[in-house]
């Protein structure tokens, strides 16, 4: 298979064209099969990542050194911002300049929106954006549409509701830009002053995906083949009483659930707070465990694609 990801960073959802998806998706699928049989797929070896967070993570950031270690490469970590030179004011550009020198991929997650851009420029080896803000998170967008492949066997004319914190939440927003590749309808429900910025509708309307606001969840539910739940973001607001108000005002619980048809699949990035309640872990349809899983597979084939490695 060719890969058009070669040497290429991963910075935003609306990148990628339905080819780049299947081959993604087709690459994933072959680790996935491969990790069944063996413990490694030593198709990176002698190759190193660099992941650099300063923001929080467990998944984003343990599913890549675990993806990168199961292809036998190696990993080097810059630790807490509070750890290294970032504490002694070093720019971000320098802070990746230097980390280039040591490693053959750059993974960042980083407070400001269009940062790990930033990184990219500084550097000319791959830059994977693992959160930038509340801009985009386009490694977790690729994991879900795997996800939602699997869950529901095709991902054209699917209907989705989207729901919880839609102006912060950067996994959403990477994830409508893929979506619309596949003509799919999309419902957004969120409390009024979290709702989807309107340049992200605005992009999507024009893209012809056919996108509808309520604040209606179980409605929405009702009518769609998926629900993507998402935190609150607590840490993106500035007035913590406004973040009081808006807690907890969508969940989905195990009443919500007796109301909708029973095919529903239940994805969420995490982590959750309490917008999920752990009942609902037993239904079926949760599917945010396997999810998180499917995050190892999508990322080996991103780190393989973009350092210009073919499967079979
Ligand atoms: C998300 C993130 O960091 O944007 N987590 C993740 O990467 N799985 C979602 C969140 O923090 O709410």
Redesign the pocket.
Known sequence: MTTSLKGKDILHGNQFTKKDIDAIIKTASYFEKELKKKDQVSLLKGKILATLFY??????RLSFETAMQRLGGGVVSMGSVESSSVAKGESLADTVRTVAQYADAIVI?HPKIGSAKEAADAVSIPVLN??DGAGQ?PT?ALLDIYTIKKELGSLNHLKICLTG?LKN???VHALVEVLSLFGAKIYLVSPEILRMPVEIIARLREKGMEVLETSDLKEACQKSDLVYM??I?KERFTDLSEYEKVKGIYVINEGLLKGLHKTIVILH???RVDEISPAVDEYSGAAYFRQ?RN?VYVRMALLAMVMGKTVK
């Open positions: 923001e929080p993570s467990t998944r984003t997650r693992a959160g998170h977790q914190d939440g950067r996994t998402t935190r973001q990035p995490l982590p998180v995050g």
